[in-house]
């Protein structure tokens, strides 16, 4: 039981790069989302998904695009990366139930810098 | 908008001695969770607690506890016997009470440094 996986930790990208953060969950989680983590400011969210072909925006959705054809998969793609987008990406997931009181599961992060 | 403030960049303590983290928090909702992550050097986000708002009895786990307080929305983290394993970011976050919204709204963080 892998977890919560993501590829690669580290990047670096030119302005105007594009490029797809991995993420994988092998627990059959119906809930996925990706977090910007900068510092002073905590964790932000970017998009969410609560099942294959289900997405929609967080706080801070903007550059980023998502999809998700399975369950497992839930990557987040850099259109055309800015130096505003350099931070520290997780990926986390969970089960869905009746209360929100679900643990949510954390991958190690994806540090990325944008030049 | 939900909102968490934590008043406490950075903290420090001895080792074995206790110390508490501050967290208040802006909601509307009567029913959510409230949690505080882990945050050690090696990046990984790690659960600590979490406190369900219907539940008036605070939440416990090993050395680390909960002073819940509703009606001031204030929610502070109290870790006994301090470890040097401790030292860490710790964050509070709020999610509300809706089936299938799992999101998160974090607070700043608060830098905890054990003095050894």
């Known amino acids: 039981n892998a977890g919560v996986t993501q590829t690669p930790k580290f990047q670096v990208l030119k302005t105007g790069q594009s490029m797809t953060l991995q993420c994988a969950q092998d627990m059959n989680h119906e809930y996925m989302s990706w977090y910007r983590q900068d510092p002073g400011m905590g964790l932000r969210l970017i998009h969410y998904?609560?099942?294959?072909?289900?997405?929609d925006q967080g706080e801070v959705p903007n550059g980023y695009n998502v999809s998700r054809s399975t369950t497992e998969d839930f990557p987040l793609r850099l259109l055309s990366a800015a130096p505003s987008q350099t931070s520290v990406y997780f990926c986390?997931?969970?089960?869905?139930?009746?209360?929100?009181?679900?643990?949510?599961?954390f991958g190690p992060g994806t540090r990325l810098t944008v030049l | 908008a939900q909102t968490v403030t934590q008043s406490q960049p950075e903290m420090s303590v001895q080792e074995a001695e206790t110390v508490t983290l501050s967290c208040t928090y802006d909601?509307?909702?009567?029913?959510?969770?409230l949690f505080w992550y882990k945050q050690p050097p090696s990046r990984q986000m790690i659960l600590v607690i979490r406190q369900e708002a219907y539940k008036q009895q605070n939440a416990t786990e090993n050395r680390f506890s909960v002073n819940f307080q509703k009606a001031a929305k204030s929610f502070s983290l109290k870790i006994s016997d301090s470890q040097l394993g401790d030292a860490a970011m710790y964050f509070c976050a709020y999610s509300p009470d809706y089936f299938g919204n799992e999101k998160l709204t974090f607070g700043t963080g608060t830098r905890l440094t054990i003095i050894p």
């Open positions: 909601t509307s909702e009567s029913d959510y969770y």
């Open positions: 998904s609560v099942g294959a072909g289900i997405t």
């Open positions: 986390a997931s969970s089960r869905i139930s009746g209360r929100a009181s679900n643990e949510q599961f």
